[in-house]
């Protein structure tokens, strides 16, 4: 036994370890399986139940697969190495290109290099209008059926909406056609170094620059002759790691500055989905090298959130339906309200079990104002 | 199941031989291969599993009648048999795969509108098809004797290692070791190495070597250039040669965990320095089939020049024909026939005095060139990226990034790809001390974990604006 332990010594240790990998990835499944795969931002998948009848189905194959993939031992560290490794392998490839090549979308996974900087390629904006134009006719429709509320669209043009070769899309120009009400307006991007001053390079959210500026473009859209919101204090740290860098790595690959303004702002008495609890309250350590995103620092998306503003002059109630845009400037904005509602139609179902409907809401909540805001991508969800 | 899939890796790997090893009683444990086997097959076949059982039992029978008819020397019921075999085997491998490819021609000749069938493909049909033959004919000509045990020929055509993509093991390679399988630890840790290499072949290299191959062939080539259409005929060799050989790596490690030597498919092809050369080192179990069961009975080259050629053209066009139902592979199979006539009768003479790198190079054209008449069923595409090849056309590297973006991305694995179409890896394999091959070891065992890591990286889907 010696002498063949001796013999085979490098041999034994590969086939030693290599049991202990597939035995590893044999039980693990099994015991104690992951719920939320967090570098993911997702559900784990989980093993399905294995019966006589669907044993033999493609459908129970894929997902024993797709289970495996997360329960495995090491499964999402080993997953975040990959994706790591390519992107930064990939990034240092697509820089060097976009370097030489000025003014030019170089590709990199779902979004591009311009001039170095992570921006997503323009949509066909004749493919965009077609789109818009459903939304339009829905638009038109829920505006004639309520005479008794104002309806106010803005939209946030973000890099889809702009090819930084040419003209920016005349987004503006179409809905003012296209809508039965001339409250319209476009937060614009002017250039590419306007695009770069107003929102962040490794996220597809606006920064705090931008969203100011969207903020007192709204004031001025819903008529309101209020002094905006004061600065009051502005911390920034170096971790921003947001959505578009996730595509690429995340943070291990792509890092930038995040400003957080706190504003001079009265006491909101705030409901999320019914509950009272603290909301966009900014999770932002600036001794900590924590990786942080758009969602901790502004809050991330609920289905229903309200601000009540106990202090507030007016009596006027303002509906805002909204992706997470929204969520930098509610606090803002609530303060001009007494109440201000915040839906988000992509997730209201899903709390609510049942579909948004605009009108009806605005009806039983005694709304005055009711600000469409959101991405171009937004504007043409189906859901709203 | 496929070697490569983590239900194949995780699951059936360890439980399988966890069992396989533990049972010492050899016909049990030819009864676990068999139900192992059967399962393999029905996980990704689940209905023409019967197809292939109907087969095989069919033949067992035949098998029986050409014994019986042969001692009884009525040869020519025993012909019978051997032929109605080859209708039964060819019919069915006809029918799922060249049905369509028939009709269509028909359609287009004499303007009919027959319906096409649109079968599916049963799994592994066209390698069962083949190790079946091997077995009926070996039969029929006495090289072999009749298999009583309908069990054993069902273990032979089912073995899960070899079922699906080969390599076609002859029944009499392996007739002894389905009796008797014996293994020592040496078998067992070739067949964990062999497994280790093949499956790193498949998910590292020819994975990344797919991408590229696809990004250019499958948009518009108009960007590539002729390097861009040059350097996807070049992935796409290196793609089908990792992708096959790494398949037929895993099969020969798994049968040989099993206690089955089976024939070596591959033997690094890209090297050769003729065409010649090239099917002795490609595809190898495929060639000697078509040598063994088609061109040595034709007659071979011990017959007249004119025959000669004939057998050289009837071999190559099956060849391709065996690939594919499609007109490409036919083609493909008689341009090799063509070249190698060329080498035979002329050329080679010409080539033994060249240097080394002047053979590489002439071999290395031709077979990319045989590729891409390989990989592009669209003949008209076929021919414009032929004349591509060959008619300058300068590549702008941006708008190359931009119409082929991960073929720009991903060419950085043609570093791994060229070094191991050499045989580096036999020179890793030659270091013999303790330490040597420690480092060996844990190198293989960093490549198994890098190829998990490739596998996992399919199920990473994350949602961004997910919210918890």
């Known amino acids: 036994m010696k002498k063949f332990i001796k013999a085979n010594f490098a041999d034994l240790i590969l086939v030693f370890f290599l049991i202990l990998i597939l035995l590893g990835g044999l039980v693990k499944p099994f015991i104690n399986p992951i719920s939320l795969l967090a570098s993911e931002n997702r559900y784990a998948n989980k093993l399905p139940k294995i019966t006589m009848n669907n044993i033999m189905k493609e459908s129970t194959h894929d997902k024993i697969n797709l289970a495996l993939g997360d329960q495995l031992p090491l499964a999402t560290k080993i997953k975040k190495a990959y994706i790591v490794l390519r992107g930064n392998v990939f990034l240092r490839e697509a820089r060097l290109i976009s370097n030489a090549a000025k003014d030019q979308y170089i590709p990199l996974f779902d979004v591009s290099l311009l001039n170095g900087r992570l921006v997503y390629k323009p949509l066909d904006f004749s493919l965009y209008k077609k789109d818009l134009d459903k939304m339009i006719l829905k638009y038109n429709k829920i505006i004639k059926n309520n005479r008794n509320q104002k309806y106010y669209f803005y939209l946030v043009t973000q890099d889809v909406l702009v090819d930084f070769n040419n003209k920016p899309y005349p987004v503006k120009e179409y809905l003012l056609k296209g809508l039965e009400t001339s409250n319209v307006d476009t937060f614009n991007i002017e250039s590419f170094n306007d695009f770069k001053n107003k929102f962040y390079s490794t996220d597809h959210h606006w920064n705090n620059i931008g969203q100011y500026e969207g903020y007192r473009e709204i004031l001025k859209l819903l008529n309101l002759k209020d002094k905006p919101a004061i600065v009051s204090s502005s911390n920034c740290n170096n971790y921003l790691s947001g959505s ?4 690429l790595g995340g943070s291990y690959v792509l890092k930038e500055k995040i400003c957080y303004e706190e504003y001079e702002l009265p006491n909101y008495q705030i409901s999320v ?34 601000y009540t503003n106990n202090d507030s002059v007016r009596n006027n109630n303002l509906l805002i339906v909204a992706d997470s845009m929204s969520n930098s400037i509610n606090k803002l904005l609530a303060n001009h309200f007494k109440n201000t509602h915040i839906i988000d139609v992509r997730h209201y179902k899903r709390v609510y079990g049942k579909k948004f409907e605009v009108n009806e809401y605005a009806k039983s909540h005694n709304i005055n104002d009711i600000l469409i805001l959101g991405t171009g991508y937004y504007f043409i969800n189906e859901d709203l | 199941m496929t070697f490569n899939g983590l239900t194949f890796i995780f699951w059936f790997l360890p439980i399988f031989f966890f069992l396989y090893y533990l049972i010492k009683d050899q016909r049990i444990r030819n009864i676990l291969l068999l139900i192992g086997s059967l399962f393999f097959y029905a996980w990704g076949e689940p209905v023409y599993i019967l197809l292939m059982l109907i087969i095989t039992v069919l033949t067992y029978i035949i098998g029986l009648l050409i014994n019986k008819f042969d001692k009884q020397k009525k040869y020519s019921m025993k012909k019978t048999m051997l032929l109605l075999s080859i209708l039964m085997i060819i019919g069915a491998l006809g029918f799922y795969k060249y049905s369509d490819f028939f009709i269509l021609n ?10 096409l069938l649109d079968l599916p493909l049963p799994l592994g049909i066209s390698f069962y098809s083949f190790q079946i033959l091997t077995y009926i004919f070996d039969l029929y000509m006495n090289k072999i004797k009749v298999q009583k045990n309908i069990f054993y020929l069902l273990l032979y055509v089912s073995l899960f290692p070899k079922i699906m993509v080969g390599p076609i093991v002859k029944y009499s390679s392996i007739e002894k070791q389905l009796y008797n399988q014996n293994i020592t630890f040496d078998d067992v840790v070739y067949g964990i190495k062999r497994f280790i290499v093949g499956l790193a072949k498949k998910v590292i290299i020819a994975n990344q070597m797919a991408m ?10 108009s960007s590539a250039g002729t390097f861009g259409i040059w350097l996807a005929a070049f992935a796409y060799a290196l793609q089908i040669y990792y992708d096959f050989s790494g398949y037929s790596d895993m099969a020969i490690g798994i049968g040989r965990m099993l206690g089955f030597n089976f024939t070596e498919n591959f033997n690094f092809p890209y090297i050769a320095k003729s065409i010649t050369d090239f099917w002795r080192r490609w595809h190898i179990s495929l060639s000697t089939w078509f040598r063994d069961y088609i061109y040595i009975p034709l007659g071979g080259n011990r017959v007249t020049k004119l025959k000669w050629i004939r057998n050289i053209f009837v071999v190559w066009m099956l060849t391709g024909f065996w690939h594919g139902a499609n007109w490409n592979y036919i083609i493909w199979g008689l341009y090799f026939a063509i070249i190698l006539l060329f080498e035979k009768l002329f050329f080679q003479k010409y080539l033994d005095k060249s240097p080394s790198f002047v053979k590489w190079i002439y071999s290395f054209i031709l077979i990319l060139i045989g590729w891409v008449i390989f990989r592009n069923e669209d003949i008209n595409v076929m021919f414009m990226v032929l004349k591509m090849m060959f008619s300058w056309s300068s590549t702008n590297l941006v708008e190359f990034v931009q119409a082929y973006p991960d073929a720009f991305y991903y060419s950085i694995f043609f570093i791994p790809a060229i070094i191991f179409m050499v045989p580096t890896i036999k020179i890793c394999e030659k270091q013999k001390t303790t330490f040597k091959n420690i480092i060996y070891n844990g190198m293989l065992l960093m490549l198994f974990v890098l190829s998990i890591m490739f596998l996992l990286s399919s199920t990473y889907t994350p949602f961004v604006y997910f919210k918890f």
């Open chain 2, 106 to 115: 028909i359609n287009q000749i004499f303007n009919a509108k027959i319906k």
């Open chain 2, 212 to 221: 590229i191959a696809n990004n250019i062939y499958d948009n518009n080539l």
């Open chain 1, 244 to 247: 578009k860098a996730q595509k």
């Open chain 1, 273 to 306: 989905e019914g509950k009272s609890i603290n909301y966009g309250d900014a999770i932002f350590n600036q001794s900590e090298n924590k990786i942080t995103n758009y969602g901790s620092i502004y809050g991330w998306d609920y289905g229903q959130i309200i």
